[in-house]
């Protein structure tokens, strides 16, 4: 689930979905039936007045529908202000020749002489009246909903960007002790470490609401792992196992460095000898899952659960606001070993999201 909002939209939902079609011939049995429990009259006559009411109010509802699905493309170039004048007035037109045409042909109808006993302006005033009453409740309740999810889509961006700002210090300060302390030894792993530092800093910097592919995702690992060896040099294997996986599948900008910082600051860096990190990946139906895994000292569980706290949550909220429940991250300790595992959609594949 991305929050990416185009730079204009409407406020006009699709009146050409299915889903829209089957909303209004609701609302408009509703309202028939409204309207024929305020007339009160004996159970025949309420049958038949339901019938036409119903009849005359679905040829003008699927009518309205019809014509604001034609004029949708113009309508969304327009400012909202505009598009909810022009709807309504388009509304309220269809409504009045709807109106008119149902008196011509329904006049002299014997079968009808009840529910038409009033004069043509009368009745064209009632459902005229009525119309505007709808069409601007409709109108209104659709600039409503609008608002209300570009609400929840700005609420969604910020919480992505504020998680987002919390993940940089996490690496790169960590990143530039050990640039310091190549500096000297080793200038020509230093200069190489600093350009990997540089991409870290890149990725780190892009917009926090787009999405990364997982080949991009791991390259970025690569290079983080490249500087961490300049550091603990061979206290620190690395097994990749992730073939299997496509690598165009799309995923939240540092999701994986991360979490395998953790298992390098809570596992190998506690281990006098170091130790491996499997770094595994499978595709299953329409997920794939990711696994990282590292050795921890004995004894270590509380110390690791707290240290991983802050930055286990920061990933889960992030694939969270991404994915909502498609997606999620799940952590335990088997034996002598911590396991992290995050689970993503990939029905994306070749696709936008």
């Not at 909220?317 to 911590?338: M, P, V």
Request: a negative charge; proline letters at 4%; aromatic letters at 8%.
């Amino acid at each position: 689930m991305k929050p990416d909002t185009p730079a204009k939209s409407s406020f006009l939902p699709d009146f050409c979905g299915v889903r829209m079609v089957f909303v209004v011939v609701l609302i408009g049995e509703l309202l028939a039936l409204i309207l024929t429990l305020a007339e009160a009259g004996n159970i025949q006559s309420d049958a038949s007045s339901l019938a036409l009411k119903s009849l005359f109010i679905q040829w003008v509802a699927l009518s309205s529908v019809a014509i604001l699905c034609v004029s949708r493309p113009w309508l969304n170039h327009l400012p909202d202000y505009q598009a909810a004048s022009a709807s309504y007035f388009l509304m309220l037109l269809v409504s009045f020749i709807t109106t008119e045409v149902t008196w011509w042909i329904l006049q002299n109808s014997p079968a009808v002489a009840d529910i038409l006993a009033q004069t043509h302006g009368i009745f064209l005033i009632r459902c005229m009246g009525i119309s505007a009453i709808v069409s601007a409740l409709a109108l209104r309740y659709f600039y409503v909903q609008h608002q209300r999810q570009r609400n929840i889509e700005s609420v969604a961006a910020a919480r992505i960007e504020a998680l987002q700002s919390r993940i940089r210090p996490h690496f790169l300060f960590n990143c530039m002790n050990t640039i310091a302390s190549l500096t000297r030894k080793e200038p020509r792993l230093a200069e190489e470490a600093i350009e990997d530092l540089s991409d870290l800093f890149r990725v780190s910097l892009k917009d926090a609401q787009s999405l990364s592919s997982l080949d991009d995702e791991l390259s970025l690992c690569k290079r983080y792992l490249r500087i961490e060896t300049h550091r603990l040099g061979e206290r620190l294997q690395v097994i990749w196992d992730i073939d299997s996986v496509p690598g165009h599948v799309q995923l939240p900008a540092l999701t994986l460095q991360p979490l395998i910082e953790n298992a390098i600051y809570h596992g190998i860096e506690t281990l006098a000898g170091g130790g491996t990190i499997h770094i595994t990946g499978k595709k299953t139906g329409n997920h794939i899952t990711i696994r990282i895994d590292n050795p921890l000292p004995q004894d270590a569980y509380q110390d690791h659960h707290n240290g991983n706290k802050l930055a286990l949550e920061n990933v889960q909220q992030r694939i969270n606001a991404f994915f909502g429940n498609q997606g999620k991250l799940e952590t335990c300790i088997a034996g002598d070993r911590y396991h992290a595992e995050i689970t993503l959609p990939c029905q994306n594949e070749n696709t936008d999201r």
